[in-house]
């Protein structure tokens, strides 16, 4: 299995640390033919605009929408999230692939920063460490979206759609591994449903 990490802007080296522990083969996407035999690929958290702004100007929009309308697993972490929003009100670019509506900088500025333990549907053990950069949140989802996280207060922090998830905190930057292991296993069962070429 090979997965992809979008790597345009942001912290994308973390996430191919986090995926090389677990074995992983990891590829860096930049351009549209980076994406060919990838299994999955990762949005990684940045800034969603810069994101936007250099994935329309490198092509890379329509590929990524038919990677993930093809079936194949799509993980967006904080600007990854927002990037694979369909509704973050406002005039900005984004793949528009998960039935969310977004608030972005949700909790303020850098200097808001905080980390929360968290429960997270099907990750088992001691609380994740929800690391949170002037991250965004979820204000709702559609039916057919699964809330996989929230914090005390109900906000939403991560959902699924199908072969879709998002996380509003950055996994990559803790050494828990568990959420990368949660969307490998993810991918590897998305490949599966993938029809033969
Ligand atoms: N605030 C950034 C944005 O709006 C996201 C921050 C992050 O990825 N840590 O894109």
Redesign the pocket.
Known sequence: MRIGVLALQ??FIEHEHMLQRLGIDVAEVRLPGDLDDLDAVIM????????AKLAVRFGLMEPLRRFAGEGKATWG???????MSKDIGRNQPTLGLMDIRVK??AFGRQID?FSAGLHIDQIEGPPFPGV?????IIESVAPGVEVLSTLDDGTIVAARQDNLVVTSF?PELTGDTRMHEYFAAMAQSCRHRQPEP
Request: glycine content about 16%; some cysteine.
């Open positions: 942001g912290d990684p958290g940045g800034e969603s605009t810069t994101f972490t904080c600007a990854g999230l927002i990037f972005r900088n920063s949170f950069i002037r991250a965004p950055h």
